[in-house]
């Protein structure tokens, strides 16, 4: 069993920037991909970004591509969202999960943060 605990988020001004760090235990860290995701207020949740275990191999969003990167560090259990020019529209609750693959679909994965808010202001 795997958690994760998802820190970081606060409020920013547009064009601002954010890290967040989601902390993992209770598993090997580097046998599980990692996803960050996002829910928007009276939308669905979304993907953002996905890492495979030792960081090779990253994929984002269209809406995020060139803004955010997603990186990890297997030695503290860690992978982070680094979040530059920040739009209002970004602002949403983001969560990070594990799956066993390298994948972005999240039905597919196994565990998930209680999430962090993150607010843009214009």
């Known amino acids: 069993q795997v958690q994760l605990v998802e820190s970081g988020g606060g409020l920013v001004q547009a064009g601002g920037s954010l890290r967040l760090s989601c902390a993992a235990s209770?598993?090997?860290?580097?046998?599980?991909?990692m996803g960050w995701f996002r829910q928007a207020p009276g939308k669905e949740r979304e993907f953002v970004a996905a890492?495979?275990?030792?960081?090779?191999?990253?994929y984002y969003a269209d809406s995020v591509k060139g803004r955010f990167t997603i990186s990890r560090d297997n030695a503290k259990n860690t992978v982070y969202l680094q979040m530059n020019s920040l739009k209002p529209e970004d602002t949403a609750v983001y969560y990070c999960?594990?799956?066993?693959?390298?994948?972005?679909?999240?039905?597919?994965?196994?565990?998930w943060g209680q999430g962090t808010q993150v607010t843009v202001s214009s």
């Open positions: 999960a594990a799956d066993t693959l390298f994948r972005w679909n999240q039905r597919d994965y196994d565990y």
């Open positions: 209770g598993g090997t860290f580097s046998r599980y991909a």
């Open positions: 890492i495979d275990g030792i960081g090779r191999n990253t």
